[in-house]
């Protein structure tokens, strides 16, 4: 056998190559673009922190060899993941926040984590290496802005969630696609979920069913966006124009409906960055979240039990929003939602909201085609690009007045209202 179809030593020629061969001329021309949209970056134009994260991960895919692309993807992401879950488990991050620049030693987190050294000493390493905690000396650690964030509720949910919930639904995903000779699931109850975690329920009628995921969920869902351009920022939807101007108390003194709107966050956010504008906020939900949303909340919005399914109850509000409600759904059921809110609007006066991924024709980025996946793996349900947003409004009798987009986020909103 000679050496080249020995996978080592082609491996070990295939990087003296690399370290040979002249400077790749795409990476070459990635700098350039980093550096200029550096620039972008420095005047906090909008979009520019997104775009230099995703030329980053270009540089890093163009830089690597296959070789260590397969090292990543199949063994150093997985391990960082598992390793994050296993911190929220034991604190670990929490310790690392505690002792602030002084750093703790693996051996001192082993100890108040109760853990075999050993092992604690290793799955730090690996932290540190993917960037998730900073090491400071040997085998001596602070925490980053990363890991302290991921000391809070809603962040350390996100972990518990994605890793306990979507990993294995993923896991899953080739062999059930493998069973079902690579269709497209379209069962909301058959799909590589109910495969991975063995349940004939619906992902949201498991959820209910395994109480403390569905906390977690929901504590997660007012975190996955933070940080982000929304809808009420400046340069996004013209709020006042298009919803205050108009408003009209005689019609009803409620100006938004937010259905389905997880425990509020959103109304929260509306109200801190409007706060003149007039009328009730409602929020509508569940039975079963709407319980768990704190009294405080009473200030900002009216909560409400409310089955989406169902005639819409609060009748000529200015807006009805629905916020990544309709990704959740088939088509079907997204027009039965949209249908059941159609006698609750007033003709000329009351808009639909839509806030969601619309899907670009090219270069849809990865916060989109991964929301695209994740609703794959939990249920048979997808994000939709401008053209089935507006063949489905068709269908439920509602007409698209506009669709506005902010750079670097991956939801638009599209307002709405009564066709003809
Ligand atoms: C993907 S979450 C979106 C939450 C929130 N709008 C957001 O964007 O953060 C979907 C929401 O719809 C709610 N939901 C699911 N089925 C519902 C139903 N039949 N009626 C009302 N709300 C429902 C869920 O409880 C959850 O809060």
């Not at 030329?55 to 890093?60: A, C, D, V």
């Not at 939990?378 to 939709?384: E, I, K, N, S």
Request: aromatic content about 8%; charged content about 20%; proline content about 6%.
């Amino acid at each position: 056998m000679s050496s080249y179809s020995n996978p080592a030593a082609s491996d070990i020629l295939s990087r003296i190559l690399a370290m040979e061969s002249p400077p790749n001329p795409e990476a070459t021309t990635i700098l350039a673009r980093i550096s200029a949209v550096a620039q972008a970056y420095e005047k906090r134009e909008p979009g520019a922190r997104e775009t230099l994260i995703d030329l980053s991960q270009t540089l890093i895919t163009t830089l690597e060899l296959p070789s260590e692309a397969i090292q990543r993807i199949g063994w150093a992401e997985p391990a960082r993941a598992a390793h994050c879950r296993i911190a929220v488990e034991l604190k670990l991050f929490e310790y690392l926040k505690e002792t602030g620049k002084n750093g703790i030693s693996s051996s001192a987190l082993a100890k108040k984590a109760g853990a075999e050294e050993a092992l604690v000493a290793r799955i730090m390493k690996h932290l540190a290496a993917m960037h998730i905690v900073s090491e400071t000396a040997a085998d001596v650690y602070i925490g980053t802005p990363c890991s302290n964030a991921f000391t809070e509720p809603e962040y350390r949910d996100g972990i518990i969630y994605t890793y306990d919930v979507l990993g294995p639904s993923f896991n899953a995903l080739p062999e059930y696609l493998r069973c079902t000779q690579y269709r497209n699931p379209h069962e909301l109850a058959d799909g590589p979920f109910q495969h991975s975690h063995k349940t004939k329920l619906p992902y949201l009628t498991w959820l209910d069913q395994n109480s403390p995921y569905l906390s977690i969920y929901n504590r997660y869902m007012s975190a996955y966006r933070s940080g982000k351009p929304t809808w009420c920022d400046p340069g996004f939807y013209p709020i006042s124009e298009r919803l205050v101007a108009g408003f009209d108390v005689g019609i009803s003194d409620v100006f938004l409906v937010d259905v389905g709107g997880g425990r509020g966050h959103d109304l929260e956010e509306l109200r801190e960055k409007h706060p003149l504008i007039p009328g009730k906020f409602i929020l509508q939900n569940r039975q079963d979240v709407v319980s768990t949303i704190p009294a405080d909340s009473k200030t900002i919005f009216q909560s409400m039990s409310h089955d989406f399914f169902t005639p819409q109850p609060v009748k000529h509000a200015r807006a009805y929003y629905l916020h990544s409600v309709l990704h959740d759904l088939a088509d079907d059921d997204c027009v039965r939602v949209l249908t059941n809110l159609k006698p609750a609007l007033k003709h000329g006066y009351s808009k639909v909201l839509l806030n969601e991924i619309v899907v670009l024709e090219t270069h849809a980025s990865f916060s989109v085609t991964s929301m695209d996946h994740l609703v794959l793996v939990l249920g048979a349900m997808r994000v939709r690009t401008e053209s089935q947003w507006r063949d489905l409004l068709q269908q439920a009798g509602l007409r698209v007045v506009s669709l506005s987009t902010y750079p670097g986020a991956a939801e638009s909103l599209i307002e709405a209202e009564l066709a003809g």
